[in-house]
């Protein structure tokens, strides 16, 4: 019996198995264009050696590295957690460096700065707008109790596995602006707030430690606020961390129209020693 579970496991492993393409070089179709200095857009293509493990972060360093030292990028981790180095890969919003050489058809990778982006320089976009709108969400929890007026004594918010279940998904999120780049509706809707500031405001919405219920419906609740997604579903299926921003929009869609009932306790606040 066990035998048989294994087989089964391995199947599915198989099934769900990326398939690798290994090579000793890539072609890297960088877009390439300068729009304060008004140039025109081209791409340039540049062969770089790879090897099993590189990424498409790694080639494209490799090239400004050894090839063109002036192709514009912006990255940091190069873990796949500050989000800085989203760009289109192979026509896919994606993490350059989460995205390895291997894993992409063809002998040539084309690469794009994000779309509903303004457009910086070559792979580098402006990311004001998209940072506005998440502000606007007013990302932070509100509750009276949680400001600590005796700086003599510590608190914390008394919350249970399943209060943590409802939200933790979304406080993955990166802000990598993937979900906003493939998003249709951002395209034609520049006052749209987006799939990652609309999920971020469920996120705050069904924490139990916020007491802004109402004032956060209030701020989405706006015919370019959250009746403007015509669920696509394209956000949830590019965020590179998990998040399921079309099911937060849902969701909280589900508080507006009174089918779902915020039944949340406001977590308990409990004072404990400060033993420094």
Same mark, same amino acid.
């Given at each position: 019996?066990?035998? *048989?579970?294994?087989e089964?496991i391995?199947k599915?492993e198989?099934?769900?198995?990326k ?5 000793? =070089?890539i ?8 729009? +304060?200095?008004?140039e ?17 972060l790694?080639a494209?360093l490799?090239a400004k590295a050894?090839?063109?030292? =002036? ?43 994000l ?9 580098v976009?402006d990311?004001?707008q998209f940072?506005l709108h ?18 003599e ?6 919350q ?5 279940d ?6 993955y ?8 780049s493939?998003?249709?509706t951002?395209?034609?809707?520049t006052?749209?707030?987006?799939p *990652? ?10 924490d139990n430690?916020? =007491?802004a ?9 706006d ?6 997604c015509?669920?696509a579903? =394209? ?11 079309? +099911?937060?929009? *849902?969701?909280?869609?589900?508080? +507006? ?7 949340k306790?406001?977590?308990d606040? *409990? ?6």
């Open positions: 019996m066990t035998e *048989q579970i294994i089964k391995e599915i198989k099934k769900h198995e398939k690798e393409t290994l090579r000793d =070089s072609v890297l179709k960088v877009y390439r264009a300068n729009r +304060l200095a008004g025109p857009g081209r791409y340039d293509s540049v062969e770089v050696p790879v090897q099993r493990w590189t990424t498409v790694d494209l490799h050894y090839k063109d030292p =002036s192709i514009a990028i912006r990255y940091s981790c190069r873990m796949a957690s500050c989000g800085s180095c989203g760009m289109k890969i192979n026509g896919i919003p994606r993490l350059a460096c989460y995205t390895k050489v291997s894993e992409m058809e063809g002998s040539t990778i084309t690469i794009e700065p779309a509903n982006f303004p457009h910086l320089r070559d792979l976009t990311f004001s940072f998440h502000r606007n969400m007013q990302p932070y929890v509100q509750n009276e109790h949680a400001d600590i007026k005796d700086r004594k510590l608190s914390e918010f008394v249970k596995p399943e209060d943590l409802r939200f933790l998904q979304f406080s999120c990166i802000k990598c602006g993937l979900c906003y493939a998003c249709p951002v395209a034609t809707d006052k749209f707030p987006g *990652q500031a609309l999920s971020q405001a469920y996120r705050y919405f069904i430690r916020d =007491s219920g109402k004032g956060r419906t209030n701020i989405v609740d015919k370019h606020g959250i009746w403007r015509h669920f579903g =394209s956000c949830s299926s590019v965020c590179p961390k998990g998040v399921d921003p079309a +099911l937060g929009i *849902q969701l909280l869609r589900g508080h +507006l129209l009174g089918f779902s009932k915020n039944e306790k406001i977590a606040l *409990q004072e404990r020693l400060n033993k420094n």
